[in-house]
């Protein structure tokens, strides 16, 4: 089963006996959980009929009395089990009993970050049960994410507004969330446009935006204004191993969209296959026109030696870096364009 057919089965309050909650992204498995409780259970009945156990602080055998335990003044009791990623092979054989022969009204519900679907127990779950899971977000899904989170509360952002948003909150979705219900709180409820004005009064994050600007500048071959992003990321307590890792993260992916580019690949092919946000894939693909694939192998082994220099207790890193800026705008300003292409 798929997190959407859960969301549907939630909706129809057609819950099966048996539900496997598991994956990496830990905001979308709870939100989903509470969906499902609140599916089960209501507020006035869970006193008597809701309990929720750990694999840390709670054995199979409590857990096991609680799901065999049939439900008082209500249709169906439902039994949580967090964390059950940390039960032995043998804690998973005794629930296994279980859920050969589950209770019709009972639903059983276990969660776990992470699962092999090849193990005894799984393959015998799928077979009673639904295994449901919640993969991490990648950058790409983040705007369709928050342009649907909005929408619920009748609102839309502008395409530069929304930009920006998704540049600054990242990709965890707790903490997009929590943004978001800044921004729309600070909005106001008559306001049905979120705007570039109101995410930069709520979503604040100077460094952020001076990392992508200097990857911009020094990816454009502007000298001047990458050295000064690079000396405010510094004095702002950036380490410069970080601004390396960015610098190297960002001409990777001009790299990568340059060789696409000589194979006539559409904007979408390339969005997809480098993992550039599509809000931010025009600016990436004409910087990576201007260059010539020898300028990358260039530039690549000055990071190399820009590493070598910062992990050395001889260098001193703000010199360190001036120095790489500068050869790295000096190979930016002398590619030869790439063709227009697709």
């Known amino acids: 089963m798929k997190a959407a057919e859960l969301a549907r089965a939630v909706a129809a309050r057609k819950l099966p006996s048996l539900l496997f909650l598991y994956g990496e992204e830990a905001f979308l498995l709870n939100e989903s959980l509470k969906e499902v409780i609140d599916a089960a259970v209501a507020p006035e009945d869970r006193d008597f009929n809701l309990d929720i156990f750990s694999a840390n602080d709670n054995t199979v055998e409590e ?6 335990a049939y439900p008082v003044f209500a249709p169906r009791r439902c039994i949580v089990v967090k964390e059950t990623q940390r039960f032995t092979a043998d804690e998973y054989e005794q629930l296994l009993k279980y859920v050969k022969k589950p209770l019709d009204s009972t639903c059983l519900v276990l969660c776990a970050d992470k699962i092999d679907k090849r193990k005894k127990f799984f393959t015998n779950f799928k077979k009673h049960g639904e295994l449901v899971e919640f ?29 920006l948003f998704c540049r600054r909150v990242g990709t965890n979705l707790s903490e997009v969330v929590a943004e978001l219900d800044k921004l729309v709180s600070y909005s106001g409820a008559d306001e049905p446009l979120i705007e570039v004005d ?3 009064a709520v979503v604040s ?32 307590g950036e380490h410069p191993l970080k601004i390396l890792t960015m610098l190297v993260r960002h001409f990777r992916q ?38 010539d694939e020898a300028v990358f192998v260039d530039i690549y082994a000055l990071f190399v030696q820009t590493d070598m220099d910062l992990k050395s207790s001889a260098g001193q890193p703000p010199a360190v870096m001036q120095v790489c800026i500068t050869r790295l705008v000096s190979l930016s300003n002398s590619p030869r364009e790439v063709g227009s292409r697709g």
């Not at 857990?63 to 065999?68: G, T």
């Not at 990648?138 to 619920?152: G, L, Q, S």
Request: hydrophobic fraction near 40%.
């Open 63 to 68: 857990i096991l009395d609680a799901a065999h």
């Open 254 to 291: 001009l790299w990568k969209v340059n060789s696409l580019l000589k194979h006539n690949a559409s904007q979408g092919e390339i969005c997809k296959r480098v993992g550039i946000n599509p809000y931010f894939a025009s600016k990436t693909i004409n910087q990576a026109r201007m260059f």
């Open 205 to 236: 994050d100077t460094r952020v935006d001076s990392i992508f600007d200097l990857t911009d500048a020094a990816g454009s071959g502007n000298l001047g204004e990458a050295l000064l992003l690079t000396e405010r990321l510094q004095h702002e």
């Open 135 to 163: 993969k991490r977000f990648y950058p790409d899904r983040i705007p369709a994410f928050v342009k649907e989170r909005v929408t619920k509360v009748q609102k839309r952002f502008t395409e530069d507004a929304l930009e």
């Open 198 to 200: 109101h995410v930069i």
